[in-house]
Protein backbone atom coordinates (compact mmCIF):
# COMPACT_ATOMS: atom_id res chain seq x y z
CA UNK A 1 0.00 0.00 0.00
CA UNK A 2 1.12 3.26 -1.14
CA UNK A 3 1.79 6.10 1.78
CA UNK A 4 2.66 9.79 2.14
CA UNK A 5 3.20 10.78 5.50
CA UNK A 6 4.25 14.43 6.42
CA UNK A 7 5.99 15.43 9.51
CA UNK A 8 7.64 18.92 10.94
CA UNK A 9 5.35 21.24 10.67
CA UNK A 10 4.70 23.68 13.37
CA UNK A 11 4.12 27.45 14.29
CA UNK A 12 7.89 29.33 13.74
CA UNK A 13 8.67 33.23 13.75
CA UNK A 14 9.61 34.91 10.86
CA UNK A 15 13.28 34.79 9.56
CA UNK A 16 12.86 31.15 11.00
CA UNK A 17 13.42 27.88 9.93
CA UNK A 18 12.34 24.80 9.20
CA UNK A 19 12.65 21.06 7.64
CA UNK A 20 9.19 19.30 6.38
CA UNK A 21 9.79 15.45 6.10
CA UNK A 22 7.88 13.13 3.40
CA UNK A 23 7.99 9.44 4.60
CA UNK A 24 6.73 7.48 1.84
CA UNK A 25 6.07 3.75 1.63
CA UNK A 26 5.06 1.48 -0.95
CA UNK A 27 7.32 2.64 -3.25
CA UNK A 28 11.14 4.81 -3.27
CA UNK A 29 11.47 7.68 -3.52
CA UNK A 30 13.92 7.82 -6.55
CA UNK A 31 11.67 6.06 -9.06
CA UNK A 32 9.46 8.71 -9.71
CA UNK A 33 9.54 12.86 -9.56
CA UNK A 34 8.28 14.10 -6.00
CA UNK A 35 6.67 17.40 -5.77
CA UNK A 36 6.01 19.68 -2.52
CA UNK A 37 2.61 21.77 -2.72
CA UNK A 38 1.25 24.03 -0.21
CA UNK A 39 -2.08 25.59 0.28
CA UNK A 40 -2.85 28.58 2.39
CA UNK A 41 -6.17 28.54 4.86
CA UNK A 42 -8.80 28.85 2.24
CA UNK A 43 -6.83 29.71 -0.92
CA UNK A 44 -6.19 27.34 -3.78
CA UNK A 45 -2.98 24.83 -4.54
CA UNK A 46 0.77 26.16 -5.19
CA UNK A 47 2.97 24.26 -6.58
CA UNK A 48 6.24 24.78 -4.64
CA UNK A 49 9.03 22.21 -5.71
CA UNK A 50 10.23 19.00 -7.65
CA UNK A 51 12.96 16.81 -7.28
CA UNK A 52 13.18 14.62 -10.79
CA UNK A 53 14.08 11.16 -11.03
CA UNK A 54 17.74 12.09 -12.39
CA UNK A 55 17.88 14.56 -8.99
CA UNK A 56 17.22 18.05 -11.06
CA UNK A 57 14.94 20.32 -8.92
CA UNK A 58 12.83 23.28 -9.51
CA UNK A 59 11.90 25.76 -7.46
CA UNK A 60 8.49 28.39 -7.25
CA UNK A 61 9.76 32.29 -7.81
CA UNK A 62 7.74 32.48 -4.01
CA UNK A 63 10.54 30.20 -2.39
CA UNK A 64 13.26 30.22 -4.95
CA UNK A 65 16.77 30.73 -2.96
CA UNK A 66 15.01 29.82 0.48
CA UNK A 67 13.66 26.46 0.18
CA UNK A 68 15.60 23.04 -0.93
CA UNK A 69 14.24 20.31 -2.06
CA UNK A 70 16.05 16.73 -1.18
CA UNK A 71 15.46 13.20 -0.87
CA UNK A 72 17.42 10.23 1.39
CA UNK A 73 17.44 7.45 -0.86
CA UNK A 74 18.32 5.23 2.19
CA UNK A 75 15.54 5.65 4.27
CA UNK A 76 13.00 6.57 1.18
CA UNK A 77 12.46 10.11 2.69
CA UNK A 78 11.33 13.36 0.74
CA UNK A 79 12.47 16.83 2.48
CA UNK A 80 11.92 20.39 1.78
CA UNK A 81 14.48 22.67 4.26
CA UNK A 82 12.38 26.02 4.38
CA UNK A 83 15.03 29.24 4.87
CA UNK A 84 14.02 32.84 6.15
CA UNK A 85 10.37 31.62 6.73
CA UNK A 86 7.87 34.56 5.98
CA UNK A 87 4.27 35.06 7.30
CA UNK A 88 2.89 34.40 3.46
CA UNK A 89 4.74 30.74 3.71
CA UNK A 90 1.78 29.90 6.21
CA UNK A 91 -0.06 26.70 4.47
CA UNK A 92 -0.50 23.43 4.47
CA UNK A 93 2.11 21.66 3.15
CA UNK A 94 1.50 18.36 0.49
CA UNK A 95 4.09 16.07 -0.43
CA UNK A 96 3.03 13.79 -3.41
CA UNK A 97 4.58 12.23 -6.66
CA UNK A 98 2.62 11.10 -9.96
CA UNK A 99 -0.40 9.88 -7.95
CA UNK A 100 -0.22 9.93 -4.74
CA UNK A 101 -0.79 12.55 -2.07
CA UNK A 102 0.06 12.76 1.97
CA UNK A 103 -2.71 14.57 3.74
CA UNK A 104 -0.12 17.39 4.66
CA UNK A 105 1.29 19.23 7.53
CA UNK A 106 0.45 22.47 8.58
CA UNK A 107 2.82 25.47 9.08
CA UNK A 108 2.02 28.47 10.47
CA UNK A 109 4.22 31.65 10.87
CA UNK A 110 3.96 34.04 13.13
CA UNK A 111 5.38 36.04 15.81
CA UNK B 1 6.40 32.28 -14.21
CA UNK B 2 2.96 31.78 -16.68
CA UNK B 3 -0.34 32.61 -15.30
CA UNK B 4 -2.71 29.46 -15.76
CA UNK B 5 -6.31 30.57 -15.81
CA UNK B 6 -9.43 28.21 -15.24
CA UNK B 7 -13.37 28.90 -14.77
CA UNK B 8 -13.72 30.07 -11.43
CA UNK B 9 -17.41 28.34 -11.24
CA UNK B 10 -19.57 26.02 -13.69
CA UNK B 11 -22.76 24.17 -12.61
CA UNK B 12 -23.77 20.99 -14.30
CA UNK B 13 -26.96 18.90 -13.88
CA UNK B 14 -26.61 15.64 -12.56
CA UNK B 15 -26.36 12.99 -15.83
CA UNK B 16 -24.83 16.11 -17.83
CA UNK B 17 -21.50 16.81 -19.48
CA UNK B 18 -19.44 19.57 -18.58
CA UNK B 19 -15.73 20.16 -19.88
CA UNK B 20 -13.37 22.16 -17.46
CA UNK B 21 -10.20 24.25 -19.22
CA UNK B 22 -7.19 25.44 -18.65
CA UNK B 23 -5.04 28.23 -20.39
CA UNK B 24 -1.98 29.70 -20.05
CA UNK B 25 -0.90 33.05 -20.35
CA UNK B 26 2.78 32.19 -22.09
CA UNK B 27 0.30 30.29 -25.12
CA UNK B 28 -1.27 27.20 -26.40
CA UNK B 29 -1.15 24.30 -23.61
CA UNK B 30 0.09 21.31 -25.43
CA UNK B 31 1.44 18.00 -24.11
CA UNK B 32 4.88 19.32 -23.30
CA UNK B 33 3.37 21.00 -20.04
CA UNK B 34 2.08 18.07 -19.14
CA UNK B 35 -1.14 18.67 -17.64
CA UNK B 36 -2.51 17.09 -14.73
CA UNK B 37 -6.26 17.92 -12.99
CA UNK B 38 -6.67 17.07 -9.32
CA UNK B 39 -10.34 16.86 -7.23
CA UNK B 40 -9.96 18.68 -3.59
CA UNK B 41 -13.06 18.20 -1.53
CA UNK B 42 -13.37 20.08 1.48
CA UNK B 43 -11.23 19.28 4.37
CA UNK B 44 -9.45 16.63 1.77
CA UNK B 45 -6.07 16.46 0.80
CA UNK B 46 -5.97 16.67 -3.30
CA UNK B 47 -6.51 13.51 -5.42
CA UNK B 48 -4.56 13.32 -9.09
CA UNK B 49 -7.35 12.23 -11.51
CA UNK B 50 -5.35 13.28 -14.67
CA UNK B 51 -1.15 13.16 -15.69
CA UNK B 52 0.26 13.90 -18.62
CA UNK B 53 -2.66 15.31 -20.05
CA UNK B 54 -5.07 12.06 -21.09
CA UNK B 55 -3.48 9.46 -18.54
CA UNK B 56 -5.92 7.88 -15.30
CA UNK B 57 -5.21 6.31 -12.44
CA UNK B 58 -6.70 3.16 -11.53
CA UNK B 59 -9.30 5.20 -9.27
CA UNK B 60 -9.85 7.88 -11.81
CA UNK B 61 -13.67 7.53 -12.70
CA UNK B 62 -14.59 6.12 -16.40
CA UNK B 63 -16.65 9.42 -16.89
CA UNK B 64 -13.82 11.80 -16.38
CA UNK B 65 -11.10 12.73 -19.49
CA UNK B 66 -8.38 14.59 -20.40
CA UNK B 67 -7.42 16.09 -23.08
CA UNK B 68 -6.23 19.14 -25.52
CA UNK B 69 -9.36 21.49 -26.63
CA UNK B 70 -8.90 25.05 -28.57
CA UNK B 71 -5.14 25.22 -27.16
CA UNK B 72 -6.09 24.45 -23.20
CA UNK B 73 -5.90 21.52 -21.36
CA UNK B 74 -9.79 20.11 -20.97
CA UNK B 75 -11.09 17.67 -18.22
CA UNK B 76 -14.63 16.54 -19.28
CA UNK B 77 -17.26 15.01 -17.33
CA UNK B 78 -19.82 12.87 -18.42
CA UNK B 79 -22.81 11.34 -16.65
CA UNK B 80 -22.04 14.12 -13.82
CA UNK B 81 -22.83 12.63 -10.34
CA UNK B 82 -23.48 14.41 -7.18
CA UNK B 83 -20.19 13.21 -5.35
CA UNK B 84 -18.29 15.17 -8.00
CA UNK B 85 -19.32 18.33 -7.10
CA UNK B 86 -15.62 19.60 -5.68
CA UNK B 87 -12.89 22.06 -6.31
CA UNK B 88 -11.17 21.55 -9.77
CA UNK B 89 -7.41 22.34 -10.23
CA UNK B 90 -5.13 21.93 -13.28
CA UNK B 91 -0.85 21.83 -12.78
CA UNK B 92 0.77 22.41 -16.01
CA UNK B 93 4.62 22.62 -16.45
CA UNK B 94 6.93 25.30 -17.88
CA UNK B 95 10.30 24.72 -18.29
CA UNK B 96 10.42 22.47 -15.46
CA UNK B 97 8.43 24.58 -13.39
CA UNK B 98 4.68 24.15 -12.30
CA UNK B 99 2.14 26.70 -12.11
CA UNK B 100 -1.73 25.74 -11.00
CA UNK B 101 -4.99 27.19 -12.23
CA UNK B 102 -6.88 29.05 -9.20
CA UNK B 103 -9.20 26.12 -9.34
CA UNK B 104 -13.07 25.41 -10.51
CA UNK B 105 -15.45 24.80 -8.43
CA UNK B 106 -18.19 22.41 -9.33
CA UNK B 107 -21.74 22.59 -8.26
CA UNK B 108 -24.21 19.37 -8.98
CA UNK B 109 -27.45 20.81 -9.14
Known amino acids: EVQLVETGGGLIQPGGSLRLSCVVS????????MTWVRQAPGKGLEWVSIIHIDGSTYYADSVKGRFTISRDNSNNILHLLMNSLRVEDTAVYYC?????WGQGTLVTISS | QAVVTQEPSLTVSPGGTVILTCGSSTGAVTSGHYPYWFQQKPGQAPKTLIHDTTNKHSWTPARISGSLLGGKAALTLSGAQPEDEAIYYC?????????FGGGTKLTVL
Open chain 1, 26 to 33: GFTVSSDF
Open chain 2, 91 to 99: LVFDSGVGV
Open chain 1, 96 to 100: ANRGY
